[in-house]
C-alpha cells in the first residue's frame, strides 16, 4: 500500500479555519484519497474522499494537488466537536480496494 | 439512524479465557471488517468478509483467533486462549460495494481487558 505523512499533531482556534495537509508521493494513478476521523472513544468515521478533482460534503473540502502527490483536509469553521484524530489513507483500485490502511494520523486539538 | 452495532462494549476477562465478541452489521452491508486498535500499533486490519466469505484474514494470530459469519446480520470474532498482550480495542465495520471509494461505517468498538 502506498504511504502517506501526515503531522503528529495540530492545533487551531474554535470557528477558524483548519487545513490538515497529507502527503503521499507515492500515490497511483488508481489510488483513492480517503479521510477518516476519531472522535475521543469512538470508533473512526468517514469524512471524504477524492480521486483527482477537489471534493466538497457538509463536514469538509478535500483539495488534491494537480500532481496528486498530496492533499488537504479544509475544516472551514472548526468547532470543539471537531477534535480528533484524522487519517489521510490511500485505497488502491486492485484487490487490496476495500481495506483501510491507518497510520497515525493528526492529532487535532481545538482550543475554545 | 442505521449504525453498526457491538457487543459486549467492555470486557475483562483473565488469561486462558476464550473471548467472543460480536458485530451486526448495518443492514443490507456486504462487507465487514475487524479492526483491533492499540497504543502501541495504532488501528490494525485482522480480518474482513465479503458476502459473508472470508477474504482476508492474515492480520489475525490464526492460532488463537478466529472470525466468522453465521448469517448476514452477524460476525464473531473469538479469541481462544486470550493473553495479555490481546487487550485492545476491537473495532468491526461494514459496508456496501467493492470499491476503493466505498465508506466504511464502524462500530463502537469493544475494549478487551486480559488480566
Known amino acids: 500500500d502506498a504511504k502517506t505523512t501526515q503531522p503528529n499533531s495540530m492545533e487551531s482556534n474554535e470557528e477558524e479555519p483548519v487545513h490538515l495537509p497529507c502527503n503521499h508521493s507515492t500515490i497511483s494513478g488508481t489510488d483513492y484519497i480517503h479521510w477518516y476521523r476519531q472522535l475521543p472513544s469512538q470508533g473512526p468515521e468517514y469524512v471524504i474522499h477524492?480521486?483527482?478533482s477537489n471534493v466538497n460534503n457538509r463536514m469538509a473540502s478535500l483539495a488534491i494537488a494537480e500532481d496528486r502527490k498530496s492533499s488537504t483536509l479544509i475544516l472551514h469553521r472548526a468547532t470543539l466537536r471537531d477534535a480528533a484524530v484524522y487519517y489521510c489513507?490511500?485505497?488502491?483500485?486492485?484487490?487490496?480496494?476495500?481495506?483501510?490502511?491507518f497510520g497515525q494520523g493528526t492529532r487535532l486539538t481545538i482550543n475554545p | 439512524d442505521a449504525r453498526v452495532t457491538q457487543t459486549p462494549r467492555h470486557k475483562v476477562t483473565e488469561m486462558g479465557q476464550e473471548v467472543t465478541m460480536r458485530c451486526q452489521p448495518i443492514?443490507?452491508?456486504?462487507?465487514v471488517f475487524w479492526y483491533r486498535q492499540t497504543m502501541m500499533q495504532g488501528l490494525e486490519l485482522l480480518a474482513y468478509?465479503?458476502?459473508?466469505?472470508?477474504?482476508?484474514d492474515s492480520g489475525m494470530p490464526k492460532d488463537r483467533f478466529s472470525a466468522e459469519m453465521p448469517d448476514a446480520t452477524l460476525a464473531t470474532l473469538k479469541i481462544q486462549p486470550s493473553e495479555p498482550r490481546d487487550s485492545a480495542v476491537y473495532f468491526c465495520?461494514?459496508?456496501?460495494?467493492?470499491?476503493?471509494?466505498?465508506?466504511?461505517?464502524f462500530g463502537p468498538g469493544t475494549r478487551l481487558t486480559v488480566l
Open positions: 489513507i490511500l485505497r488502491d483500485s486492485g484487490q487490496g480496494a476495500q481495506k483501510l490502511v
Open positions: 477524492g480521486l483527482t
Open positions: 443492514l443490507g452491508h456486504n462487507t
Open positions: 468478509f465479503r458476502n459473508r466469505a472470508p477474504l482476508d
Open positions: 465495520a461494514s459496508g456496501l460495494g467493492f470499491s476503493s471509494y466505498n465508506e466504511q461505517f
